[in-house]
């Protein structure tokens, strides 16, 4: 794989279609149930103040996963209103949207989009507490405390992902996230972006989220073994406390490890990322790899214009 010099791109997997973004635009296209693609696009708000504070180390990747909520939740909509929809149907769409306060929709989209990622950081980080303290009395001392919250958060972690992947829904989803990420490699390998090509590439990228949030449960091992561990109140506050400290820390690893990927030996410190990602991604059909780059060909020509 050459260098990193063009721009970089992300995205996320929506019901039946892909979102990519670039620093500027933000793109959807989705598989209608009549076969034709449809697209929604966004720029992305210009914020003097984001854009100042996502230049901070830390800071940034708590600000940059809240816009992503904030922002995924849009073309998510988009798609999950359309997505098993008669195209035909969709003057209703707008009757539905008329027929409530588009404010306190936009409003409550943000607002559980939030809430949702907090209350599964709030599950992850604190129920592990709760089950290593049970066993307290079996293993003890700081290092076997940490060492056994990290190893349950684990288990649900991956056992929570695999079996949403077992249920058609999210499998198929799954699958597009798959075709995102080809695609993404298609585009960074300097190659034509036809099915052929970008089914040939590999499902798995180092900038992907999942390899954040199992970068969440090891940084947390570290940064927790310099916190006490007890009384029990004191290690769910400062658990608490830390979670900005956790995700701050492991949006640097994550952006280190994508720096470091052509890098002999320390390449490898992406890998606990990547392997995740065989539980996030499935192979993809062509279909649905050809609506990814649809996805992909119409950001590039948002971000042209």
């Known amino acids: 794989m050459k260098p990193m010099t063009k721009?970089?791109?992300g995205g996320q997997a929506v019901p039946e279609g892909v979102m990519f973004q670039s620093k500027t635009?933000?793109?959807?296209?989705?598989?209608r149930t009549n076969g034709e693609i449809d697209y929604f696009d966004m720029p992305r708000p210009d914020k003097p103040l984001l854009a100042k504070l996502k230049?901070?180390?830390?800071?940034?990747g708590n600000v940059a996963i809240l816009e992503a909520s904030v922002?995924?939740?849009?073309?998510?909509?988009?798609?999950?209103?359309?997505?098993?929809?008669?195209?035909?149907?969709?003057?209703?769409?707008?009757?539905?949207?008329?027929?409530?306060?588009?404010?306190?929709?936009?409003l409550s989209t943000v607002i559980i989009g939030i809430l949702t990622f907090l209350i599964g950081k709030f599950v992850l980080t604190l129920v592990p507490v709760f089950v290593a303290e049970v066993f307290s009395g079996v293993i003890t001392g700081k290092f076997g405390q940490v060492a056994l919250e990290t190893l349950i958060k684990l288990i649900i972690l991956l056992g929570y992902i695999y079996l949403l992947s077992l249920t058609p829904m999210v499998k198929r989803l799954f699958q597009y996230h798959g075709a995102e990420h080809k695609v993404i490699n298609c585009f960074e390998e300097d190659k034509p972006l036809t099915v052929e090509n970008v089914q040939a590439q590999s499902r798995l990228h180092y900038r992907c989220g999942s390899s954040f949030i199992l970068f969440t449960v090891l940084v947390g091992f570290?940064?927790?073994?310099?916190?006490p561990v007890d009384p029990l109140y004191v290690r769910v506050i400062n658990r608490i406390l830390l979670i900005p400290v956790v995700l701050g820390l492991s949006f640097e690893v994550l952006?280190?490890?994508?720096?470091?990927?052509e890098v002999p030996m320390l390449k490898?410190?992406?890998?606990?990322?990547?392997?995740?990602?065989?539980?996030?991604?499935?192979?993809?059909?062509?279909?649905?790899?050809?609506?990814?780059?649809?996805?992909?060909n119409h950001l590039l020509g948002s971000d042209k214009k």
Do not use: C
Request: hydrophobic content about 40%; proline content about 5%.
């Open 7 to 9: 721009p970089i791109y």
């Open 25 to 31: 635009h933000m793109s959807t296209a989705i598989r």
């Open 55 to 60: 230049k901070i180390p830390l800071l940034r």
């Open 71 to 106: 922002f995924g939740m849009k073309h998510m909509d988009f798609a999950a209103d359309r997505y098993d929809r008669n195209p035909a149907e969709d003057y209703k769409i707008a009757e539905e949207k008329n027929s409530q306060n588009t404010a306190k929709v936009v």
């Open 222 to 227: 570290i940064v927790y073994m310099f916190v």
């Open 255 to 261: 952006q280190l490890t994508n720096k470091l990927r």
């Open 268 to 296: 490898y410190l992406g890998l606990p990322g990547l392997w995740l990602q065989y539980l996030t991604t499935k192979q993809p059909e062509n279909d649905q790899v050809e609506v990814a780059i649809h996805s992909f």
